[in-house]
């Protein structure tokens, strides 16, 4: 194959969220095998404070979030001892215990990038903070990164896909050419309601922000799993067909967020379809950095900065607005 048409070929960009203490210490190493198996780019987000995961039982007030739990099951994928971090037992530091861990990703060759400082707290908490909050809170987290990995972090995922103005505002302070905190609309199948989604810049307080959104286009493995779609039921038995009929033709660039803590441990024979599948349907399995440079010069849209829901998913997320 020549290098042009290695360039040519469309994007399945995976960006790997890693939200807690057990998911770093054993998901992301599974994770770091099973693509350099597959000779696949991707990204790795860390949490890179404490593990709070326990604190997240204050959720089960909001609509959706029994459902989700039923469905998932969060005790089987997390561990009981994770969800008692924060709560009844201390919420390990995950950037200063697992630092070692995180170098490793770098070292095998991964984009590596920042996903939160307390993904709980965050998660719950930005979206009605103001900037003096959300900027402590990043900028723990980017200090944190340049410890750990002896350099500033490139690049941003929103855990949750929760933010605000001023987090996307310290994106440009912070330099970050690109970022995935988003998502883009879906139709309740997981298939993608506007084809248009995808890189996109954010317009937000009368100013146009100059870092790119890498949206998120597919849906999760725990948004889809348990979900009755068109009278099938997706279980770990169909769900990769599921994703791959979404991804079929492979005729645009598309990212997928993973997470270590489902794909990276007991989800990982699903992983392993995809990622077999991905690469017969034509794709090259790429970093959110490589997705970057194949869009950074073209003329993208300025979409809105903007909330709404996703299938499967409680609460309101950043989802990709309409162009201006």
Not at 146 to 167: P, S
Not at 231 to 256: C, F, M, Q, S, W
Request: glycine share 10%; proline share 5%.
């Amino acid at each position: 194959m020549t290098e042009t048409t290695h360039h040519q070929r469309p994007l399945l960009t995976l960006k790997i969220d890693v939200d807690t203490y057990r998911g770093t210490r054993l998901g992301v190493p599974n994770l770091v095998r099973m693509l350099g198996a597959h000779r696949a780019g991707a990204t790795f987000l860390f949490s890179l404070g404490p593990d709070h995961t326990g604190r997240a039982m204050k959720r089960a007030f909001k609509p959706g979030f029994f459902g989700k739990v039923a469905r998932t099951s969060v005790l089987e994928h997390y561990g009981l001892k994770t969800l008692l971090y924060g709560v009844l037992l201390p919420g390990p530091d995950i950037g200063e215990q697992c630092a070692a861990e995180l170098r490793a990703v770098r070292d095998a060759g991964f984009e590596c990038g920042i996903h939160t400082w307390d993904h709980v707290l965050w998660q719950d908490d930005v979206a009605a903070r103001g900037a003096a909050w959300t900027l402590a809170m990043m900028r723990k987290a980017a200090a944190r990164y340049a410890a750990v990995f002896g350099a500033a972090a490139a690049t941003h995922g929103a855990a949750g896909w929760q933010m605000n103005g001023a987090a996307f505002g310290e994106h440009d302070s912070a330099g970050y050419r690109y970022a995935s905190d988003g998502r883009a609309p879906l139709r309740q199948d997981g298939a993608l309601l506007d084809a248009a989604s995808g890189p996109h810049r954010l317009a937000d307080a009368g100013r146009v922000l100059a870092c790119v959104q890498l949206p998120t286009t597919l849906p999760t493995l725990d948004e889809l799993l348990g979900r009755d779609i068109d009278g099938v039921t997706i279980t770990p038995a169909n769900i990769a067909a599921h994703l791959l009929k979404l991804t079929a033709g492979a005729e645009r660039d598309h990212v997928y967020t993973l997470h270590a803590e489902l794909e990276g441990q007991k989800l990982a024979p699903i992983f392993e379809q995809l990622l077999v599948g991905w690469k017969e349907q034509g794709y090259r399995l790429a970093s959110m950095a490589d997705y970057y440079d194949k869009v950074k010069d073209q003329a993208l849209p300025v979409c809105p900065l903007s909330w709404g829901e996703v299938p499967g998913r409680s609460g309101q997320l950043i989802v990709q607005g309409k162009a201006r």
